[in-house]
């Protein structure tokens, strides 16, 4: 699915789920201690600190990034975003959650606001993504809430098994 491609309802709604995801994860997961915070799921998924920073993180690092880059260089190179490795490196368990779900906020507002200054023919401007191939700026909304609706997922299969 090509946003530019969607009519001005349906790009509505992306937009609308995009900026509802940070309100999910703090609803979801505000209120707990840092104990449960850096529980893993039984499955070995991330814990919900894991989740948040590894949100914040992908929005400021890759998102972020890709768009600028989309729109101020000709077909750019963009870099994968290897989440377990960061994750690791970064001791995410050993991090705040509320930091986390700050950070991710504030990544996802600037995120928005750059997607809506986009115009035009700027749509289709166009890199290669490591791991992915092609993919045009029109594509990153989508993209983006693909990624939302996988964690999102995790999430509410987390608070199940607690």
Do not use: N
Request: contains cysteine; hydrophobic residues 40%; glycine residues 6%.
């Amino acid at each position: 699915m090509r946003y530019l491609g969607l009519d001005k309802e349906h790009q509505t709604d992306l937009m609308a789920r995009l900026e509802e995801m940070p309100g999910f994860v703090e609803r979801a997961l505000g209120a707990l201690s840092p104990g449960e915070a850096a529980v893993r799921a039984a499955d070995g998924t991330f814990a919900p600190v894991e989740q948040c920073w590894h949100l914040a993180d992908l929005e400021r690092e890759g998102y972020l990034t890709r768009i600028r880059r989309l729109l101020s260089e000709q077909d750019p190179a963009l870099a994968d975003f290897d989440g377990d490795r960061i994750a690791q490196e970064r001791r995410y368990l050993s991090l705040s959650l509320a930091d986390a779900v700050s950070a991710f906020r504030a990544a996802r507002q600037e995120t928005l606001a750059l997607l809506r200054e986009v115009r035009g023919e700027s749509w289709q401007r166009a890199g290669t993504q490591e791991g992915v191939g092609k993919v045009m700026l029109c594509d990153l909304p989508a993209m983006i809430a693909e990624h939302d609706a996988s964690h999102r997922r995790e999430i509410e299969a987390w608070l199940r098994e607690r």
